[in-house]
């Protein structure tokens, strides 16, 4: 069995945080995360615009042994530029190359170098400063 893990995207603060815990209101809404500080992060003020977005851990890791995590960027050699981690309610968690999608293989050989929220440029260039 795969641990559920989650970490938090805070739209408010723009920084990424580990997630302890994650509180619903009497109508399944969710209104409240705790960080691993044992501290409420943030409470969602108006559900229309959500404060924080939860990304859900992979269960895999990359070739340097880094957890991925939805909203994960990834760069292997084996495609042209580096791609993302998605999800949908359909597919579940999926690696994503523009309009492709690609196998765990080439998550498992790539590396995360970064993620959607506080990197995007990332999935329309190569690093530089990696041998291809």
């Known amino acids: 069995m795969r641990d559920i893990r989650f970490r ?31 501290q409420l ?12 977005i939860l990304m859900h851990y992979t ?3 990359d070739k340097n042994g880094k957890e991925i995590y939805e909203g994960d960027i990834l760069d292997s050699e084996t ?6 981690v998605t999800a949908d309610d359909y597919h579940g968690l999926r690696f994503k190359l523009g309009d492709s999608f ?3 293989a080439d ?10 929220h506080q990197n995007p440029k990332l999935l329309t260039e190569r690093n530089t400063n990696e041998p291809e």
């Open 79 to 84: 495609q042209p530029k580096p791609f993302a």
């Open 8 to 38: 938090a995207w805070n739209n408010i603060t723009l920084r990424m945080v580990a997630v302890r815990s994650i509180h619903f209101d009497t109508g399944n809404n969710m209104c409240a995360v705790i960080s691993c500080n044992c």
């Open 102 to 104: 690609l196998c765990r």
């Open 41 to 52: 992060d943030h409470t969602v003020p108006d559900e229309r615009i959500p404060s924080f």
């Open 59 to 61: 269960g895999l890791k």
């Open 107 to 116: 998550a498992l050989s790539g590396k995360v170098i970064g993620n959607i």
